[in-house]
């Protein structure tokens, strides 16, 4: 007999917020393992993003959803709640209370941004003794988050979180999150919980995505028409404006300009999909600070997730940039693994995104640990950045073997056993 498991995700395709993958990817794979997903989600009719019907079409149609309504944003937002779970709050409740009382439910996943819904663990656990799994794609509680004025609307979230997230916690019967990094600062700011009840699993890739992308009848127009003597250098996802490795890469293109003139002329980087809005340019803003704004192209609105993918395929090369945070990891490399194409990419070097891409290869990954160290990496950058234009074929492939821990049927997996051990131990 298959055991049952809720997927509690605000965020479900067609959503396009990028966290709706995990839940997107268990939801297709846990059957396999011998759990039947219930996703318990807000209706997209609620939601404020443009949805993506393409994304939706890859959850497998047996997928048990259930979908439930949130207050209108325009009437919540002048109280100062725009976020998703807090408008959909009692229907939430109301629909996973009721799970719980009809159906043999084997344990509970929570996954978040956002977070709030963590905090249903604690009575989950008093009122149906069901364990619970809190997964955390990004940190609640962060060291960006601590840096905010107190007064400012990220400082209050901040400390909104300080206070909320210990109490989730104490409902948990495991946690998972993106890096093991952030599992080490949440064992150091919670010695009191069992840190063998945590695990870092990586959102991963689903191959599968590239066979619909191959079946679509469409072709995707990603808003910039490539001349046929440009090298085009793509870098798809959000782009924070506090990241200094993006004005770093700009360094080294202009770098490059100096250098080699007549490789840099031919470079254009390609941004789409970094801020959401279609009248914030960020890219472009940095860009231009350095003085490259002329070879840069950027799409800032979120792009329909096949989209996103033809972007990466049709692409001479793939850019992964990433925070200097050591915990940072990045959904958007395993795609970019998938899809063949040469890359280069600078992270952290305590990330996971970086260990895996160096491992995988098909690329050149490049690290840093301090910003002395990161304002060091112009050369190498113009130089990574050459290799892509001048001699791609050089890169070589990934590894398929180096980043198939890390495919949807993988990850699920590691899941079940998740559920399959705390469903068969004593609550905490």
């Given at each position: 007999?298959?055991?049952?498991?809720?997927?509690?995700?605000?965020?479900?395709?067609?959503?396009?917020?990028?966290?709706?993958?995990?839940?997107?990817?268990?939801?297709?794979?846990?059957?396999?393992?011998?759990?039947?997903?219930?996703?318990?989600?807000?209706?997209?009719a609620?939601?404020?993003?443009?949805?993506?019907?393409?994304?939706?079409?890859?959850?497998?149609?047996?997928?048990?959803?259930?979908?439930?309504?949130?207050?209108?944003?325009?009437?919540?937002?002048?109280?100062?709640?725009?976020?998703?779970?807090?408008?959909?709050?009692?229907?939430?409740?109301?629909?996973?209370?009721?799970?719980?009382?009809?159906?043999?439910?084997?344990?509970?996943?929570?996954?978040?941004?956002?977070?709030?819904?963590?905090?249903?663990?604690?009575?989950?656990?008093?009122?149906?003794?069901?364990?619970?799994?809190?997964?955390?794609?990004?940190?609640w509680?962060s060291?960006?988050?601590?840096?905010?004025?107190?007064?400012?609307?990220?400082?209050?979230?901040?400390?909104?979180?300080?206070?909320?997230?210990?109490?989730?916690?104490?409902?948990?019967?495991?946690?998972?999150?993106?890096?093991?990094?952030?599992?080490?600062?949440m064992?150091?700011?919670?010695?009191?919980?069992d840190?063998?009840?945590?695990?870092?699993?990586?959102?991963?890739g689903?191959?599968?995505?590239f066979?619909?992308?191959?079946?679509?009848?469409?072709?995707?127009?990603?808003?910039?028409?490539?001349?046929?003597?440009?090298?085009?250098?793509?870098?798809?996802?959000?782009?924070?404006?506090?990241?200094?490795?993006?004005?770093?890469?700009?360094?080294?293109?202009?770098?490059?300009?100096?250098?080699?003139?007549?490789?840099?002329?031919?470079?254009?980087?390609?941004?789409?999909?970094?801020?959401?809005?279609?009248?914030?340019?960020?890219?472009?803003?940095?860009?231009?600070?350095?003085?490259?704004?002329?070879?840069?192209?950027?799409?800032?609105?979120?792009?329909?997730?096949?989209?996103?993918?033809?972007?990466?395929?049709?692409?001479?090369?793939?850019?992964?940039?990433?925070?200097?945070?050591?915990?940072?990891?990045?959904?958007?490399?395993?795609?970019?693994?998938?899809?063949?194409?040469?890359?280069?990419?600078?992270?952290?070097?305590?990330?996971?995104?970086?260990q895996?891409?160096?491992?995988?290869?098909?690329?050149?990954?490049?690290?840093?640990?301090?910003?002395?160290?990161?304002?060091?990496?112009?050369?190498p950058?113009?130089?990574?950045?050459r290799?892509?234009?001048?001699?791609?074929?050089?890169?070589?492939?990934?590894?398929?073997?180096?980043?198939?821990?890390?495919?949807?049927?993988n990850?699920?997996?590691?899941?079940?056993?998740?559920?399959?051990?705390?469903?068969?131990?004593?609550?905490?």
């Amino acid at each position: 007999m298959k055991r049952e498991v809720i997927i509690l995700s605000p965020y479900f395709p067609p959503s396009t917020i990028a966290g709706v993958h995990r839940a997107r990817h268990l939801a297709k794979h846990l059957p396999a393992t011998g759990w039947q997903p219930i996703v318990l989600c807000v209706h997209e009719a609620c939601h404020e993003q443009r949805l993506d019907p393409d994304l939706a079409a890859l959850v497998p149609g047996s997928v048990e959803t259930i979908k439930v309504q949130a207050l209108p944003a325009r009437l919540t937002r002048c109280f100062g709640l725009g976020e998703i779970s807090l408008r959909a709050w009692a229907p939430m409740q109301r629909a996973l209370f009721r799970l719980l009382a009809t159906r043999p439910i084997g344990a509970v996943l929570i996954t978040g941004a956002p977070f709030y819904p963590m905090l249903f663990a604690a009575e989950i656990k008093r009122r149906f003794d069901v364990p619970v799994v809190l997964d955390f794609q990004d940190p609640w509680v962060s060291s960006w988050g601590a840096e905010q004025p107190a007064a400012s609307k990220a400082g209050i979230s901040h400390q909104l979180a300080t206070w909320l997230e210990p109490r989730a916690l104490r409902g948990a019967d495991f946690v998972t999150s993106v890096s093991e990094v952030q599992n080490d600062q949440m064992r150091a700011r919670y010695p009191w919980f069992d840190g063998t009840r945590m695990a870092a699993i990586p959102i991963g890739g689903d191959r599968d995505d590239f066979a619909a992308l191959r079946r679509a009848p469409k072709h995707f127009a990603d808003g910039a028409e490539m001349r046929t003597d440009e090298i085009r250098l793509s870098y798809v996802g959000t782009l924070l404006p506090h990241w200094p490795t993006v004005r770093m890469l700009f360094r080294a293109l202009k770098k490059l300009r100096a250098d080699d003139p007549l490789v840099a002329r031919r470079i254009r980087l390609h941004f789409a999909g970094t801020t959401g809005d279609a009248a914030t340019y960020r890219a472009l803003s940095l860009a231009d600070e350095e003085g490259v704004a002329d070879a840069v192209r950027e799409t800032p609105k979120r792009l329909p997730y096949l989209e996103a993918l033809s972007v990466l395929s049709r692409s001479h090369g793939i850019l992964l940039i990433g925070s200097d945070e050591p915990h940072y990891t990045a959904s958007k490399i395993y795609p970019a693994l998938m899809s063949g194409r040469p890359f280069l990419s600078l992270y952290h070097r305590s990330s996971s995104a970086h260990q895996v891409l160096s491992a995988a290869g098909g690329g050149r990954a490049l690290a840093f640990d301090t910003p002395e160290e990161l304002g060091s990496l112009e050369g190498p950058l113009a130089d990574g950045l050459r290799v892509l234009a001048e001699s791609p074929e050089s890169l070589g492939h990934p590894d398929p073997k180096a980043f198939r821990p890390y495919e949807a049927g993988n990850i699920a997996a590691r899941f079940a056993q998740i559920f399959d051990r705390v469903s068969a131990q004593p609550a905490m």
